[in-house]
T-cell receptor, first 111, second 114 residues
Framework: GNSVTQMEGPVTLSEEAFLTINCTYT??????LFWYVQYPGEGLQLLLK?????DKGSNKGFEATYRKETTSFHLEKGSVQVSDSAVYFC??????????FGAGTRLTVKP | GAGVSQSPSNKVTEKGKDVELRCDPI?????LYWYRQSLGQGLEFLIY????????KSGLPSDRFSAERTGGSVSTLTIQRTQQEDSAVYLC????????????FGEGSRLTVL
């Protein structure tokens, strides 16, 4: 079946550190891939997405590249800020199907 | 408003009672989803409605859980004879018909079963 595996947290970084959150997927066909973010006390919101192989999604300094050969969609940011502290979810969706989420990775950025 | 609306935002109930959670999707979105997020856990898929098709109920954890979608818009998730393990945040999301586009989430309904 379709599933997503992301690195377990929590992750604690100092401000301006480099961030990588690993995400790999298992799916039949060609899913779209997403990263959602949940800030403290808020609902889930889309951070970025990619719809086909080699696409790069980017937003707010975050990037992720759809790698079909390694079935991965790792999230990266070159310099994190305290305001990036949140829970990050990797997700996939096949056409006309529901979205499947990873377990989430809690990121804490310390000043 | 323009977003997905859920009510109530918080619900505290006693074990054994029935509860109803409501979701009002974004206008024009024909796909609607329910997920459950337990404390410190990821999102667990519950049920998916797409237009007039039969819903995908494969994620419902037991027959105490059911959901309806009336008129292709508002949805109600019903939990009968609630148990303490049902305590969680229930999230609703909607999306445009078909495709593999993004889901838009509501703020969630936090359910606490005493």
């Amino acid at each position: 079946g379709n599933s997503v595996t992301q690195m377990e947290g929590p992750v604690t970084l100092s401000e301006e550190a480099f961030l990588t959150i690993n995400c790999t997927y298992t799916a039949t066909g060609y899913p779209s891939l997403f990263w959602y973010v949940q800030y403290p006390g808020e609902g889930l919101q889309l951070l970025l997405k990619a719809t086909k192989a080699d696409d790069k999604g980017s937003n707010k300094g975050f990037e992720a590249t759809y790698r079909k050969e390694t079935t991965s969609f790792h999230l990266e940011k070159g310099s994190v800020q305290v305001s990036d502290s949140a829970v990050y979810f990797c997700a996939l969706r096949r056409s006309n199907n529901d979205m499947r989420f990873g377990a989430g990775t809690r990121l804490t950025v310390k000043p | 408003g323009a977003g997905v609306s859920q009510s109530p935002s918080n619900k505290v109930t006693e074990k054994g009672k029935d509860v109803e959670l409501r979701c009002d999707p974004i206008s024009g979105h024909t796909a609607l989803y329910w997920y459950r997020q337990s404390l410190g856990q990821g999102l667990e898929f519950l049920i998916y409605f797409q237009g007039n098709s039969a819903p995908d109920k494969s994620g419902l954890p037991s027959d105490r859980f059911s959901a309806e979608r009336t008129g292709g818009s508002v949805s109600t998730l019903t939990i009968q004879r609630t148990q303490q393990e049902d305590s969680a945040v229930y999230l609703c999301a909607s999306s445009l018909a078909g495709g593999a586009g993004e889901l838009f989430f509501g703020e969630g309904s936090r359910l606490t079963v005493l």
